[in-house]
């Protein structure tokens, strides 16, 4: 399904969890220069679900930032750590439907698997999960459950794929693309420490807040796969995408947060004006 609306929504939603970079800064600026060139709407939204690395602290930093970059939203900030009923339902969703199975397994039980299988395919957040708890009986995981065994919730892929059918999606840069989510494997939506995943998280949000251009980093290119089959799942509509080139430093290295020579703060405070950012992103206006 599609957006019919001829409204422009866009949006920008950072992690907490450091300073933004000139990486960041560039994809905030694009988003936003597109919203305001068709008469559209540039939405906030703060990815704050990972209570274990984000910090308050960097949310105030982070508004600061984007106020100095000169780059306004429109209505309140979305904090995802609020809709944590919003991911529950869209997990019990997917659940009634069969297509979730409650995984047991620590990283060490993962990594020691595919170690011994001798060869493991790399999906976009590390090795594809082997399956491990895939097979479980429904009296052994309802045990372990009971016994107190801390689990994830994973996407049983090929399921979800059977019923799902042949997707397709539009990327802005890349055309017309073929869903290829199988590549991921059984990715966790519901993870022990949190409750949800970035993928569902963000699939849900997207939705909520009437998205229509999703403006992020070509690192985010094979995550559109998971989202695209979530959102046919859960009966949402897909939003067009726009996967930018990653900004890079003098070593051709990809910007990061840890490193603090990029980060708008460090910036600021060497002097440089917010046209000088902006011209450094390449988007001054």
């Not at 920008?12 to 008469?39: E, I, K, M, N, V």
């Not at 540039?42 to 274990?52: A, H, K």
């Not at 939705?207 to 992020?216: A, E, G």
């Not at 003098?250 to 600021?268: F, I, P, Y």
């Amino acid at each position: 399904m599609r957006y019919n609306s001829a409204m422009i929504v866009t949006r920008f939603a950072p992690s907490p969890t450091g300073h933004l970079h000139l990486g960041h800064a560039y994809s905030a600026l694009l988003a936003c220069q597109r919203a305001r060139q068709q008469g559209g709407h540039f939405l906030l939204r703060l990815e704050d679900i990972d209570n274990t690395r984000c910090r308050p602290e960097y949310i105030d930093d982070l508004l600061e930032d984007l106020q100095w970059l000169g780059i306004d939203w429109d209505g309140p900030v979305l904090k995802q750590s609020g809709r944590m009923q919003a991911y529950q339902a869209a997990l019990d969703a997917l659940r009634g439907m069969g297509l979730l199975y409650p995984c047991f397994c620590t990283r060490r039980d993962i990594l020691a698997e595919v170690g011994a299988s001798g060869s493991a395919p790399q999906g976009i957040d590390g090795p594809v999960y082997p399956g491990i708890c895939r097979g479980l009986s429904s009296a052994e995981a309802e045990h372990r459950i009971s016994s107190g065994v801390p689990y994830a919730w994973r996407l049983d892929m090929t399921a979800a794929m059977e019923q799902s059918g042949t997707l397709g999606w539009t990327d802005e840069l890349g055309g017309p693309q073929v869903c290829n989510a199988e590549q991921a494997g059984d990715v966790v939506l519901g993870r022990k420490d949190i409750g949800t995943s970035y993928h569902l998280a963000v699939t849900v949000d997207d939705t909520f807040q009437n998205v229509s251009l999703v403006i992020r980093g070509q690192d985010l290119f094979q995550a559109t796969h998971i989202h695209r089959l979530l959102q046919a799942l859960l009966g949402l509509p897909t939003p067009v995408y726009h996967h930018h080139h990653l900004l890079t430093d003098s070593q051709g290295r990809r910007l990061a947060k840890r490193d603090r020579s990029a980060t708008l703060r460090n910036m600021r405070q060497s002097g440089l004006s917010a046209s000088d950012v902006r011209r450094m992103a390449g988007l001054d206006e």
